[in-house]
């Protein structure tokens, strides 16, 4: 993977992808081997949004290459309460890390961030954009449980504001999976992630529908997404479809018996606590896979900022 900033999966190729997917699987199996691959170096974290396994798990995968991690901390105690702006933040960050990760509210930040930084950038999320690193954890997920070749995939719930979604639909189009979208109308994909992906050659395997019902026997993974309330402009809107997408252990009465159930988390009802101790359930160790993933992006964008030096 020769990038020097990883923004958005549509920057991913099928080959870039399954770099990214070998290398952590290698490191899964034997993580002593990379124990000290990065020792002294440091990983600046920029998260202008809270976070728990997004942040977490990037500081537990630069520690156990062998580097660090330096926190700006939240935005209440930072620069950025006294007006400081994205572009001068990250200018002066970059002069104490070795790479860095950003999370942003505003949709199209971690490009403009890029703009302004030599060292490599990673976007962990931007608003309702993108988040490339999560996209890379589900595909590992969906790879060891289900495959990656011939995939007939379910992403329900809300595929307007979920940055998850668009990455993990644009990321699919690569290897030609069966993607069906499921969502109440108001929060159907967006039509250009729509055009975006018949433009990539993946359209004529994209079919929307508002229930689950008629497609949940055929499929090999459901990906279960919250409806997300800080992304709603109007908490009206918001109130029409919450709780609405709901699965328990009858709702998937007529799944396959190999259905592999993920979800990106937090979740809040929308997936029952009765399914986690099904053999259905994969979102927790999809969480879990956070660490070895971003362990393997971290050390191929390092080692190719190593081979430029």
Do not use: C, W
Request: glycine letters at 8%.
């Amino acid at each position: 993977m020769r990038h020097d900033h990883l923004i958005t999966s549509k920057q991913l190729s099928r080959d870039d992808v399954e770099a990214v997917l070998d290398r952590a699987a290698e490191i899964d199996a034997d993580p002593a081997a990379v124990a000290d691959r990065h020792a002294g170096r440091l990983l600046g974290l920029l998260f202008f949004e809270p976070s728990t396994r997004t942040k977490m798990s990037f500081e537990t995968a630069m520690k156990r290459l062998g580097g660090d991690v330096v926190d700006m901390g939240s935005v209440e105690s930072s620069s950025v309460k006294k007006g400081e702006t994205l572009a001068d933040t990250v200018r002066v960050i970059e002069g104490y890390a070795d790479a860095l990760v950003l999370r942003h509210p505003r949709q199209g930040a971690a490009t403009m961030a890029s703009e302004f930084v030599d060292v490599p950038l990673l976007n962990a999320g931007d608003g309702a954009g993108h988040h490339p690193t999560q996209t890379l954890l589900d595909l590992y997920t969906i790879r060891q449980n289900a495959g990656l070749e011939d995939l007939t995939i379910g992403i329900m719930g809300d595929l307007k504001y979920g940055r998850t979604v668009h990455s993990l639909a644009y990321a699919l189009a690569n290897f030609d999976a069966h993607q069906h979208f499921i969502s109440p109308e108001s929060l159907q994909l967006p039509r250009e992630v729509v055009f975006d992906l018949h433009q990539q050659g993946g359209g004529g395997q994209i079919r929307e529908h508002d229930s689950l019902s008629e497609v949940l026997p055929s499929l090999d993974v459901l990906y279960v997404t919250r409806i997300q309330r800080e992304r709603f402009p109007d908490e009206s809107e918001y109130q029409k479809v919450a709780g609405e997408y709901r699965i328990d252990t009858e709702t998937l009465e007529t799944a396959s018996d190999d259905l592999t159930v993920m979800h990106p988390l937090p979740r809040v009802d929308e997936i029952a606590p009765e399914i986690d101790d099904t053999d259905y359930a994969a979102y927790f160790e999809q969480a879990h896979n956070g660490v070895p993933v971003r362990m393997a992006i971290l050390d191929l964008l390092l080692e190719g900022g190593e081979n430029d030096e």
